[in-house]
């Protein structure tokens, strides 16, 4: 099953797409990955979830992947007396402390002591999802007294966001520990961490998940973007998540950090995710608003790995149409000029090793001689990885004897994953090469495809040879 673009998509499961005939529909509509929120998901229920989604795999005979996404942290305010909240009113003193009694007009209880502790004069809180803003005028480990900025009803347990405060607590909850060990358990591909501050907390999730996932880390804090380039490297890839990241820091401001966090993730050759609101209308309407469309299609000519789903194919009227739409805007940005002109310009120097050397002398030989394909044998899928990091202009087939490796880089950009046996010797390595590249429409009869893999065959990490194959009557036969 052959895709037509190279940017993945990503959806998001919910009611909207619960049963194996709508993720069979979305899967042909163009998804690659499937998300699993867990805020809404039963540790119980996630291996069945799992079955189902493989079940696709022998359907479509193509990797399918799958990312649990795990709940990160909640804060909140307390509980109010009387009717269930206060109005707070522009200008007035508002006062969040460690008295777990009913708030009123005044105060409310925040029943989270590190929070406290962490807070200065001048930072600023930020409640029920950015409807009202409060500074802190006074503060000690048991209460801040605050100046309200912005007014309005705050009601109990609403979402408390500290764009200016580092708390020293780790982005997992002990219901992200349980799950994400649940999750590596049962297989999924793609691990999510949300609310990222540091790089010690991407070290928590590693160390928990110990290599049976990949782990991504959710940029949705200013304290992330401060310190992009060490999460970066401390992640396997990482999601521009502008929802929250929406309501921490000015709105204006998204845009430009979006591409910041791209061009950094694609520097260090990891995978990025733009995600959030990318065609928000459509979980009522069966079309997207013209803003939308040139939202996902900035995010495609930037470059991105993937674009992603979220209300719109989890609850939405309209799941299959908004991955249809996506797919059509990837499939035009990627055939206009001006896409492959944006890459070319934004080329990156490989790293002083030699795996990232082949993979740029690949690109450079396939852009040279209009190559046909770049099939690279990967056993952890780093080759592949570092071939799609070059943004080459032919498609990255992957062929790996790792069934979890293929369906982690359904994930990575221009990637086409296939599970084979491995290579018995060079000439069988450059045969297969050539009898997938035909099997999977990616080249023909007389066609030429350049072959990256290392040797001794099937070690990690020991890319080191690059070959040129003709595509000949052989070939064709036995594709």
């Given at each position: 099953m052959?895709?037509?673009?190279?940017?993945?998509i990503?959806a998001?499961?919910?009611?909207a797409?619960?049963?194996?005939?709508m993720?069979?529909?979305?899967?042909?509509?163009?998804v690659?990955?499937?998300?699993?929120?867990?805020?809404?998901?039963?540790?119980?229920?996630?291996?069945?979830?799992?079955?189902?989604?493989?079940?696709?795999e022998?359907k479509f005979?193509?990797?399918?992947?799958?990312?649990?996404?795990?709940?990160?942290?909640?804060?909140?305010?307390?509980q109010f007396?009387?009717?269930?909240?206060a109005?707070?009113?522009?200008g007035?003193?508002?006062?969040?402390?460690s008295?777990?009694s009913p708030?009123?007009?005044?105060r409310?209880?925040l029943?989270?002591?590190?929070?406290?502790?962490a807070?200065?004069?001048g930072h600023?809180?930020i409640l029920?999802?950015g409807?009202?803003?409060l500074v802190?005028?006074?503060?000690s480990?048991?209460q801040?007294?605050t100046?309200?900025?912005?007014?309005?009803?705050?009601s109990?347990r609403?979402?408390?966001?500290?764009?200016?405060?580092?708390?020293?607590v780790?982005?997992?909850t002990?219901?992200?520990?349980a799950?994400?060990?649940v999750?590596?358990e049962v297989?999924v591909?793609?691990i999510?961490?949300?609310f990222?501050?540091?790089?010690?907390?991407?070290a928590?999730?590693?160390k928990?998940v110990?290599?049976?996932?990949?782990?991504?880390a959710?940029?949705?804090?200013?304290q992330?973007?401060t310190r992009m380039?060490?999460?970066?490297?401390?992640?396997?890839?990482?999601?521009?998540?502008r929802?929250?990241l929406?309501v921490?820091m000015p709105?204006?401001?998204v845009?430009?950090?979006?591409?910041?966090l791209?061009?950094?993730a694609?520097l260090?050759?990891?995978?990025v995710?733009?995600a959030?609101?990318?065609?928000?209308?459509?979980?009522?309407s069966p079309?997207?608003t013209r803003a939308?469309?040139?939202?996902?299609?900035?995010a495609?000519?930037?470059?991105?790995?993937?674009?992603m789903l979220?209300?719109?194919?989890?609850?939405?009227?309209?799941p299959?149409?908004?991955?249809?739409?996506?797919?059509?805007?990837a499939e035009e940005?990627?055939?206009?000029a001006?896409y492959?002109?944006?890459?070319?310009?934004q080329?990156?120097?490989p790293e002083?090793?030699?795996?990232?050397?082949?993979?740029?002398?690949a690109?450079e030989?396939?852009e040279t001689l209009?190559l046909k394909?770049i099939c690279a044998?990967?056993?952890?899928?780093s080759?592949a990885f570092r071939?799609a990091?070059?943004?080459?202009?032919s498609?990255?087939?992957?062929l790996?004897?790792?069934?979890a490796?293929?369906?982690?880089?359904?994930?990575?950009?221009?990637v086409h994953?296939?599970v084979?046996?491995?290579?018995?010797?060079?000439?069988?390595?450059?045969?297969r090469?050539?009898?997938?590249?035909?099997r999977?429409?990616?080249?023909?009869?007389g066609?030429r495809v350049?072959?990256?893999?290392?040797?001794?065959?099937?070690t990690?990490?020991a890319?080191n040879?690059v070959?040129i194959?003709?595509v000949a009557q052989e070939h064709v036969?036995k594709?």
């Amino acid at each position: 099953m052959k895709r037509e673009r190279r940017i993945k998509i990503i959806a998001t499961l919910g009611p909207a797409s619960a049963t194996e005939e709508m993720c069979a529909k979305l899967f042909e509509a163009g998804v690659d990955v499937f998300r699993i929120n867990m805020s809404h998901t039963q540790r119980e229920t996630l291996a069945e979830k799992i079955a189902m989604l493989r079940g696709l795999e022998a359907k479509f005979r193509r990797p399918v992947g799958i990312l649990a996404d795990l709940q990160g942290p909640k804060l909140r305010v307390g509980q109010f007396g009387g009717d269930g909240g206060a109005m707070l009113e522009k200008g007035a003193r508002f006062v969040l402390n460690s008295d777990p009694s009913p708030g009123d007009a005044k105060r409310v209880h925040l029943p989270h002591p590190e929070i406290l502790s962490a807070l200065e004069p001048g930072h600023h809180l930020i409640l029920d999802d950015g409807k009202l803003r409060l500074v802190v005028e006074k503060a000690s480990p048991e209460q801040a007294v605050t100046k309200v900025l912005v007014g309005g009803r705050l009601s109990s347990r609403k979402g408390v966001s500290l764009p200016d405060t580092t708390i020293a607590v780790s982005a997992m909850t002990e219901k992200d520990r349980a799950d994400a060990e649940v999750a590596a358990e049962v297989g999924v591909d793609w691990i999510a961490l949300s609310f990222v501050q540091r790089p010690e907390d991407m070290a928590e999730l590693r160390k928990i998940v110990r290599g049976r996932a990949l782990a991504l880390a959710k940029i949705e804090k200013p304290q992330a973007v401060t310190r992009m380039e060490e999460i970066i490297d401390a992640s396997d890839a990482i999601m521009v998540a502008r929802g929250d990241l929406g309501v921490e820091m000015p709105l204006e401001k998204v845009p430009g950090t979006q591409k910041r966090l791209t061009r950094m993730a694609r520097l260090k050759g990891k995978p990025v995710v733009v995600a959030t609101q990318m065609l928000e209308s459509m979980i009522t309407s069966p079309v997207p608003t013209r803003a939308e469309v040139s939202d996902v299609a900035t995010a495609v000519f930037e470059g991105a790995d993937a674009v992603m789903l979220s209300a719109e194919s989890a609850a939405g009227q309209y799941p299959v149409e908004a991955v249809t739409m996506m797919n059509r805007i990837a499939e035009e940005v990627e055939n206009d000029a001006v896409y492959r002109s944006i890459l070319d310009s934004q080329s990156n120097e490989p790293e002083a090793t030699g795996a990232d050397a082949i993979a740029k002398a690949a690109h450079e030989i396939a852009e040279t001689l209009n190559l046909k394909a770049i099939c690279a044998w990967t056993s952890s899928g780093s080759t592949a990885f570092r071939i799609a990091r070059e943004r080459p202009n032919s498609t990255v087939i992957a062929l790996t004897p790792n069934r979890a490796t293929a369906r982690r880089l359904t994930l990575v950009w221009g990637v086409h994953a296939i599970v084979t046996k491995d290579a018995s010797d060079a000439d069988d390595m450059a045969f297969r090469a050539c009898k997938f590249a035909v099997r999977e429409h990616y080249a023909k009869l007389g066609d030429r495809v350049i072959v990256v893999a290392g040797v001794p065959f099937g070690t990690p990490g020991a890319t080191n040879m690059v070959r040129i194959a003709f595509v000949a009557q052989e070939h064709v036969a036995k594709a």
